[in-house]
């Protein structure tokens, strides 16, 4: 397996654009999680769906922030209009379902700049 | 109070010694309890899980728990530079099981 895919690994886009990100999940795994890594604020949990169901959005930030999944092996994050305090490493991670302590599999994140 | 707290350091451990990380988390009754290592410019992964009161040992690694003190630890015996890292403490929350809240993590590093 490849594991978790991201897309794009880097964006760079200016403020008030769209930016949309991409990941595509284990096979197999029915939780996804989608979070954001700052230095201030550490990584923090987004949103998170299992099969494909949005579970808890609380932590998305404001309305500016969406996500979807409309299939097993596909979600994206979007950001309209994006704005520079967006800026920060977004993490995609997905787990199986079952026992205590299933390990998330993380994918190499995207690196967002807004300017 | 944030659910999951972490001193950030950065902790410097001599090579060979036993590095200390500590973790305090606010639900009580938080289930499952993660230690996450991420090197710099790196996705994290998981190195240990610790779900009852007590010692886990895996290797060089190991996790303390205290549910009573709502605390968690990691100790690493005899560090190696390999493991200059940062250590993200995660917890599943009583109101979820399936949520996964990390703490900002502890910057190790390990001098030679």
């Known amino acids: 397996d490849a594991g978790v895919i991201q897309s794009p690994r880097h964006e760079v886009t200016e403020m008030g654009q769209e930016v949309t990100l991409r990941c595509k999940p284990i096979?197999?795994?029915?939780?996804l999680f989608w979070y954001r890594q700052t230095m201030m604020r550490g990584l923090e949990l987004l949103i998170y769906?299992?099969?494909?169901?949005?579970?808890?959005d609380s932590g998305m930030p404001e309305d500016r922030f969406s996500a979807k999944m409309p299939n097993a092996s596909f979600s994206t994050l979007k950001i309209q209009p994006s704005e520079p305090r967006d800026s920060a490493v977004y993490f995609c991670?997905?787990?199986?379902?079952?026992?205590?302590?299933?390990?998330?599999?993380f994918g190499s994140g995207t690196q967002l700049s807004v300017l | 109070q944030k659910e999951v707290e972490q001193n950030s350091g950065p902790l410097s451990v001599p090579e060979g010694a036993i590095a200390s990380l500590n973790c305090t988390y606010s639900d009580r009754g938080s289930q499952s309890f993660f230690w996450y290592r991420q090197y710099s410019g790196k996705s994290p992964e998981l190195i240990m899980f610790?779900?009852?009161?007590g010692d886990k040992e895996d290797g060089r690694f190991t996790a303390q728990l205290n549910k009573a003190s709502q605390y968690v630890s990691l100790l690493i015996r005899d560090s190696q530079p390999s493991d200059s890292a940062t250590y993200l403490c995660a917890v599943n929350p009583n109101s979820s099981a399936s949520k996964i809240i990390f703490g900002s993590g502890t910057r190790l590093s390990i001098r030679p």
């Open positions: 610790i779900y009852s009161n």
């Open positions: 096979s197999g795994h029915d939780y």
């Open positions: 769906f299992n099969n494909n169901v949005p579970i808890d």
């Open positions: 991670a997905s787990r199986a379902s079952g026992r205590l302590g299933e390990k998330l599999f």
